[in-house]
């Protein structure tokens, strides 16, 4: 079965409601098995044995969470060449704009050689239910799209 993994942080719960919607929406395509994961807690082999990736960041101070930055730094080397191609998508909440967010974990994803699949969703201010809906959406996409391989 192919798996899907989710790795987000949230501390004021914004993005934790948003990853749960992602993860309700994920788990609709049961030919996907879908793990989320604090970005803490996420490893290299929960990045090498997924075949699709949603990664869910406030912006804080105009950029990712400094832990999805800290998976970042434990996986990049190690998966350096493994991970080519790996579709991933975004999700943000953000005080401001979230664009800073989305340009560095782009500029990241870029090195480690993955695509972008989805146009990242970002949520300004507080999260309502358009947000909720639209990151149940995306996680139902992403884990169906890992399912039949279109990505």
């Known amino acids: 079965m192919k798996r899907l993994l989710i790795v987000y942080h949230t501390q004021g ?16 395509a049961a030919e996907t098995e879908t793990v989320m994961l604090r970005a803490g807690d996420a490893t290299l082999k929960n990045l090498l044995d997924c075949q699709g990736l949603i990664i869910g960041t406030p912006e804080n101070f105009g950029t990712m969470a400094g832990m999805v930055k800290d998976f970042f730094d434990r996986t990049y080397y190690p998966a350096e060449g493994k991970t080519v191609g790996l579709p991933y998508a975004l999700f943000v909440s953000a005080g401001n704009d979230g664009t800073g967010a989305v340009t560095q974990i782009d500029r990241i994803a870029a090195g480690y050689g993955w695509k972008r699949v989805a146009e990242p969703h970002i949520a300004r201010n507080e999260v309502n239910a358009a947000d909720i809906a639209a990151c149940e959406e995306l996680g139902e996409a992403m884990a169906s799209g890992v399912a039949l391989g279109i990505f």
């Not at 749960?20 to 929406?25: H, N, Q």
Request: aromatic residues 0%; proline residues 0%; charged residues 25%.
């Open 13 to 28: 719960g914004h993005t934790g409601a948003m990853a749960e919607a992602v993860l309700r929406g994920a788990r609709r």
